[in-house]
Each structure stands twice: as C-alpha cells, then as structure tokens.
C-alpha cells in the first residue's frame, strides 16, 4: 500500500445544490392592475406634456420588468413584480397592485403561504433566503412563534465558523450511549458499550402520508436520502415492491409483517417498528443485529417511554399530527420537553435517541426541537412542500386526505428539490450554532438555556406594568 | 454594467415628481390605502402616516393610525396612563427633549437636541444621497447620523460633527482619518436583524464605487465576520476602546449590541471599557440584507432587553454614568417615549428614516439594483431619485412631527423633560392595542 493510499480520507460534509426550478407554475404574489382608460388617457397627456419626447414618455417605473413588454402597462408582466409599489406611488389613478389571494391561499391553516414560499425558494435554490428591510410579522405567539434562539454576543468559540473557516458539525448519534463504562481489574471494558451510528445532519425524511404516497414520490425521497447521507423511513412493502436497497433507507415495520423480513436484501441501520409489539420488537432485533431499532409512537406517556427502555428500545421516534398537535392539543416543543426530561430525571438520556416528527415546517423550527430535547428531526410536509404539493383544506396527518402532487413529479427533480432544501435549512442550523458559539449540534440538544421564551422575557419585562398580569398573561 | 449607463435628467425629474406626488396622495387617504402596503410591524397606517409627517412636520388627522402597529406584542401593547387634564404639564412650561450623550463625568460634553439619532447605515447599504439627507437633517438638528460600515464618502466630511463613525468587524472604510473626524465613534458588535452573523452585502450592489470605499473587490460579495477578530473578551474590549480613543482622544464611545440573553453583562462589561453610550440593537430592526431566519428567531426585541440592561445597570450603581440607546424597531414617537419608559435614555431611528424618503418596506433592498426608491442603493441611475436637500428636508420634516409627539405625551404625563420619563413604568399600561 502506498503512503497515499493509506492516509485517512477526510472529507467535509456538503451537500450539492443545483437550481431545479418549479415544475408547476405557482400563483404570482402580487396582482397588478392597471386601468387601461386611466394609462391612455396618462399617454394622451404624456406626449403633449413631453412634446413627444419619446424617451420620457416611456420611461417606465419598474425596474422588475413588469411593464417591459411592447405595450407596457397595457399587458403587465404580473410574475415579475416585486411589491415595491413604486408604479403606484407615481400613478396612484389608475395602477393598483395587490398580494394574490391565490397564492396566500397555498398551505393550510399551519403551514401557511409565507412558510410556503421560504421552502419553494428554498427547494429550488438550495440558498439561505436573504432579504432586506427588518422582519415583518407579528410581534412573537403561540408555539415557535414565541421562542427565540440566544446568540453570544463578544466570547464564543466557534469564530467565523458560518464563513468557511472553521468547522460546525452537525453530526448526530443515533442509539445508545451508556452513561459510564465500566472496566474489569485488567483495564478491558465490560458491561454496555456505545452502541450507535452517525447521519451527518439532524434531519431525516418520515414516511409520507398514505393518500399522496405515490412510486415516484417514494423513489424521490430514497434518493434524496442517499444523496445527503440521510435516511428515508419508507414502509417495508413498498422498499421491496420498489427493490429499493441501501443503508439510507429505513425500513418501516408494521404488525403482520413479520413474515417479510427476511425478504429484505440489504442490511439497515435503522428499522423502524410502528407501535409497540415487544414480540414484533425481539423479532425485528434479532433479525437485524447490526441495525439500530427505532419504535414510532406518538408523543405522551414519558412512563411508557421509561417503560419501553427498560425493554430494550434505544430510539424513539415520537411523533404529533402534521401541525404539531399532540394529545390533547399539546405542541411539540412542550412535548419533546416533557420526553426529554423524563430521560434525564431517570438518569438515562444519552442511553437513548430522541427523534420527533410534526409541525416542524420551517428551518428555524429545527435548532428550536434540537434545544428542547430532540436529537433529529424527522421531516413530514415540507418535503412534500417542497415538491410544489397542493394542499386543499388541513393536512394534519398521515391518514389525511387533501394534498396532491404535481404530475410531472420525477424523482431526479424532486431529489433535486429536497437536496436544495436540505442544504438550505443545514445552512441555516449552521447560523444559528454560529451565533450562539455552538461547535456542534450534539451540544444544543436539550439546552434550553440557549433558547428565550417569549412568556418568561415578557413576564420580566412587563410585570411590574399595570394591566399586564391581568391581560398579558 | 448600470454604472455606465446615460442617465437623462428629465426621466429622472420625471419619476421624483410622480413618486412626490404620489406620497401626499397616498397620505391623504383620497385613494384610500394601497392594499399591498404594509405589514404587522409597520403598517399601511403608519408608512402613510410617516409620509405625512414627512411632507408637513405634523401628526395626520384624517384617520391615520400613527402611533402603534399590529404586531400584537411589545411597543403594540403598551400605553401610556395619561393623567387627568388638570395634571397636565402647562403649555406655558417648556419641555425639554435634549439629552448628554456623555455622562462620565470627564471628557468632551455632547448634547443633543432631541433624544434620537440616526442609526448606522453604510455607504453600499444606501445611497450617498440619502446618506447626506440624513447628515443634513442631522445638523439641522443639533443630533447625529452615522456612517455604518462602508467608508465615509468625502460629501459627508462638511457634516462631520454630526456623524459618528462606526467601527464594525470587518473594518470596511475604517481609517485613522475617519476616526479622527468623528465626535463620536460607535464600536458595532452586532447588529439586531441578524446578530452573531456579521454584515452581509451581496454582490450586486457592491459596484464600483463601493468597492473603491471599501477597499474591496467590485461585484464580490462582502461578509462583515462576527465578531471583532481582536476581541476575545471584555479584556479585549477595553483594548479595542483604548485603540479608538489613541486616534481621537476627543470622541466619545459608543457600543452597539444585540440583544443576547447576557446583553445585561455585555452592557456593564462595556461600561468598565469605558463606553459613553451603550447601544441596544433589538431583534426587530431593519437591515440591507439579512437571513431571514435571523430576524425573527435570534435575540430578544428590544423591548424585553431595556428593561433588563436598565435595572442591571441601576443595581450595579453606574445606570447614570452611562447613555443608555435603543434601536430596532423604533417606529414613532410613541414608540421612543415607551422606550424611554422602560429604561432607555434615547433611540436610534434608521428604518423610520428611510420611509419618511418613501420606503414600502418592500423587503428587497439585497436584490440586483436595489431600492426601486433610490434609497437602499448606490445604482447610478436609481438614487438620483433621492435629492439630498429634499430628503432632508423630509427627515427634518419627521423630526419636527417627533418632537411636537414628544412634547404631547409628556405634558399629558405631567412631566417637563424627557430625561425624568426613563424608566417610569408606572407611567404604562399592558393593553390590547396600545393606544391611551
């Protein structure tokens, strides 16, 4: 072997973009309307006041090319326009300019048009979005809305970290990890040992609901997976009638399938088994030893998580409705709180892996479940969102209808599209680690101390306000 | 490319005219309000009212909402207790606004007329057009405009002791001459639409002339780094102020942060670096070009950061040796006087500002030219749309509209300066709409 050859090959992680643009033509933002009467009528005036000055005369206010077609603001190019409203301000009489109901219609009542639009530009750009002007919502709210992740303002470790020049992982463990090792009299480990595998990114692809499940759709997300060194949790049957193989793909296994198992030609490094069956849960352990096997159970019940481990299960992936409602009406955030605690009171939160699944639907909702206690999330509709799916009234779970894809969907473009995504919301973690002086994402799991509450800074803030404990709270 | 272009004079007399027009018809309301203007934080009602305010120096009557937004948070829900009108502080009695921006007890004295100042905004973010608008609008107001981080462009040298000077992470424009001209000279250590991430300016809008001011490369993106490379520690920072204060052992220092969840500490430790002015750069500010994931979801809003460096500040016994400024999403005058409330001395306006020259809050101040509006852009052709003496006059008119607001609420509060308003809060009241 030469020395080239037995240097260890490092490679840092990165995932490719490559510009996929929309498939399906989407509802233009705005609207523009201008009044034929009222614009010939400006003409008229136009050449007599310019006297026939034709570059005056056709100097057009929009620099976006709205009104860049032979006849201008007769036809506006309405795709084109950006909102800036200039064409309104300087002819106020006659040119209106609108946001499109049809597109603020897109989503649902969750996932609502402006989550629709940073996924779709980030779906087809593979970029962090990046805009001017401050924000422009509301002040804070319910659920994410009311959670602020901290940034460290002078002392931090990770120096320039978002610019290339040094590392931030965002490597996550999936398993288990004792919380100590013990050791015979000659020094040799004895007793559990860590026992997990690595993704190099905090994000998986849930398997997508039943209704829109289609062949392509499945295809597309074992790709993607492959390609950024994910997992796809995809149902058994449909990874063997597809003859999908590979060590991204996690198998889904639901009782009665048994039997099917063995017909699995590769070798997993996740199984994934739907509810608990503890003898579905032996067989599945003993079939594949070398793989990690997850247990998918809806959020709630941390005794029955306890009770569960005890039994053997390292992974869990609890899950909410597509809008992050668990029972009860309980959100996410609340609920991966109360899961992660549960393990750390019981002294045995590294032993087991945490991840979680619904309502995250926006970049920023990842490094805000990471903080409240999960080690990777499990993404359900922004990937169909980013595959320019339609939804019709809410899409609140797996067994939902309501949601469609376009039909020209091909696998290689929507890998495309959910690889831009990937980078684009990796991209974001790594901005948000950046601000805070996190090296890696492993440490922010958990660490509420690294995320502000709108309910605790307002109650400091404000309490002392009148009218505040009466109405405020 | 753009820079090259002819520009005709009488297309661009052609557009300024229209837009000016265009803004008093919108502020009437005799259109009624552009259905797309707008959003929670600024809304139709206030763009239109500042434009108003911009056009004649007073408060609108015609309907306009102008002091609050719908945010439903924050400034949004709070009001002040006004007092019964027998409490109420004299017309005959004069209101003082004006605020020391030094009270160290050493060093030079600086005054300023009215308890606001024009935030950072750098040469390359906006215009050297509207850059002089504000620095004109400065002197005229006995206050300060600042440089932001792009280089002082020589047309801003005349108004020099009117603009601070701000040293930010990646030193773009930063020289001992531009050091030496300022009165005050403002360290930026974040900026609150984007804190922990540094400065971002695209490449399309680094022309030229940008370029050459930043001693940078033409078309190539320009990232300011998070944080300063030569400070590590508060250690460092007293160094850093040391450097500054070498140059021009005259100015007075000023330190802008975000609002992190130590921004109590960070506040104190600049304190004993020897700060003059400590500066608070809420979450919610405005910006040329930022992720859109930082300005939602990184650092607190300003208005749960007041109150806190306030109070820690007082407990650590040095709340009257230091300035304490606030920014990022200052709106009104309702706004600066709910601030003062919750602890702050004074404010710092840089989105205000723009839309009293005509801002929509468009959101795409990053993109190709820039500002449709001549106003977040150096294209050659497009902030010719900007007259300096115009825009100043504007920003002048805004200021004029600002104070008779300020003046308003205090006498209704009983009070006679602004200074006595810091930190009243039992002056407020958490409300549903904020209005009282």
Redesign the interface.
Known sequence: MTEQTSRPHYERYHIETDKAPDIVRWPNR?NVKVGKVGLATHLVKEVIH?KG?L??IL?R????GVFSRPVGGFAPDQKKC?????C??????FV????NPARERLGDSYFVSTYVD?VAYEAESGR??????????????ADW?G??????????PT??G??GREFISTVVDIGTKPGFLSFDGEGRPVGPLPNTFTIPLPMIFDAPAEQVATDTLYRTLARAAGAIESLAILPLGVILRLGLSGEHLAPLVGPGEVDRLDALGFAPRLVEVDGWDAELFDVVRARFPQAQVALRLPFGGEAELLQCADCGVSVFHLTTDYHGRGAGGAFIFDLIRDAHTAFVEAGRRDEVTLLGSGGVIA??HVP?AIAAGLDAVALDTPLLVALQARFSGDFTSRHTNGVSLPNRLTAEWGAARLSNLMAAWRD?LL??L????LREVRRLRGEM?RV?L?KD??Y???A?????LS??V | MAENKPI?P??IE??TS??HA??R??ASLE?GT????G????TDHLILSTWHMADTGEAPTNGLEYRTGR????F???AF?VRPEAKWTPDSTPIRLSLPLNRRGSGREIEIDIPVYGGGMSYGSISEQVMLSRAMAAREWNTFTCTGEGGYPPALVPYRDHVITQIATGLFGVREETIRYAPILEFK??QG?K????G?L?GDKATTSVAEMRESVPWVSL?S?????S????ED?RKHVDWARTVNPEALVSVK??T????DM?AV?SYYAGANIIHLDG???????????????????I??A???VHRYLESEGIRDEIVLMAS??IRTAYDVAKAVA?GADGCVLG?SELVAL????????????G???GL?TTDPE?SLLVDPAWGAQRIGNFYQALKTQLEGILRRLGLTSIQALRGR??L?????NGIG
């Open positions: 705005f310019q000055d570059e005056l100097a206010p929009c620099i976006y950006v909102g800036c409203l200039r309104m301000n300087e002819y106020p009489e209106e300019v609108s946001r940073a962090v979005p990046v805009k001017g002007a401050g924000y422009r919502g509301k002040f804070g709210g809305d959670i602020w992740t901290d940034m460290s303002e002078i002392v931090r120096r320039d978002i610019h970049a920023e805000k974001q901005e948000v950046g601000a805070m002086g101390g502000l709108q800074l307002e400091e803030a404000f002392e306000i009148e009218g505040y109405e405020g | 005709n009488r297309v052609k557009h229209a837009l265009g803004f018809t919108w259109q552009p259905p797309a203007l959003d929670a934080r600024w945010s439903e948070g924050g949004d829900r709070l207790k250590y974040a639409a804190p922990g991430l540094g971002h695209l990232f780094p998070f944080p300063f490379h400070v590590y520690s508060v920072h942060v975000s992190p969840h130590d921004v960070v430790g979450s919610y500010g405005g910006t040329g070009a930022a992720p859109e994931i930082a300005k939602k979801n990184i650092a607190m809003p208005e749960f007041i109150p806190r990022g999403g919750l989105t005509g801002c929509t809050r468009c959101a795409n101040c990053e993109r190709g030219r500002c449709t509006y977040t497009l809060t039992d407020l009241v958490y409300t549903r």
